[in-house]
């Protein structure tokens, strides 16, 4: 497979995985059961759409619509890293804390503690992977 059907690949397999832990409540991996569905409409909408793009420029291919797909994803890593990882490393504010806790208390962790940093959960750890081989995928096929 060429990387630009492994980059759609990762995409699409992402929006899958999303679709099934933004809208099925699979507890302790997610939780979801407590979500308004207007809620999850948007989460929907703010999650699929970058993805269905980038899935769709990198299989159209063309120097500057593949660019713009490499840029989409980045800036959905980046996004992704600045909420997660980011407070795991370096920890969060009372006001973080507490909404992660609120929206992600009792799901599935791994990692192990640092201090009082919110840990990831395993669900957006999985998301983070195929986020970053979907970047990586979309930046080989931009070259």
Same mark, same amino acid.
């Not at 593949?66 to 996004?79: H, N, P, Q, S, T």
């Not at 669900?123 to 930046?139: E, K």
């Given at each position: 497979?060429?990387?630009? *059907?492994?980059?759609?690949?990762?995409?699409? =397999?992402?929006?899958?995985?999303?679709?099934?832990?933004?809208?099925?409540?699979?507890?302790?991996?997610?939780?979801?059961?407590?979500?308004?569905?207007?809620?999850?409409?948007?989460?929907?909408?703010?999650?699929? *759409?970058?993805?269905?793009?980038?899935?769709?420029?990198?299989?159209? &291919?063309? &120097?500057?619509?593949?660019?713009?797909?490499?840029?989409? =994803?980045?800036?959905?890593? @980046?996004?992704?890293?600045?909420?997660?990882?980011?407070?795991?490393?370096?920890?969060?504010? @009372?006001?973080?804390?507490?909404?992660?806790?609120?929206?992600? =208390?009792? *799901?599935? *962790?791994?990692?192990?503690?640092? &201090?009082?940093?919110? !840990?990831?959960?395993?669900?957006?750890?999985?998301?983070? !992977?195929?986020?970053?081989?979907?970047?990586?995928?979309?930046?080989?096929?931009? !070259?």
């Amino acid at each position: 497979m060429d990387s630009s *059907t492994m980059a759609a690949a990762f995409a699409l =397999g992402l929006a899958a995985y999303l679709l099934i832990t933004d809208w099925v409540d699979l507890a302790p991996w997610n939780k979801v059961d407590d979500l308004p569905v207007r809620q999850k409409l948007l989460i929907s909408v703010a999650n699929y *759409t970058p993805l269905l793009f980038v899935s769709v420029a990198v299989l159209l &291919g063309g &120097g500057l619509l593949v660019i713009l797909a490499l840029l989409v =994803g980045v800036v959905d890593l @980046a996004m992704h890293v600045a909420y997660w990882w980011l407070p795991y490393l370096r920890g969060a504010s @009372a006001d973080q804390i507490a909404e992660r806790e609120r929206l992600f =208390g009792g *799901t599935t *962790t791994f990692l192990p503690a640092i &201090g009082n940093h919110p !840990i990831p959960n395993a669900q957006h750890v999985v998301v983070g !992977i195929l986020m970053a081989s979907m970047v990586a995928f979309t930046a080989v096929s931009a !070259i």
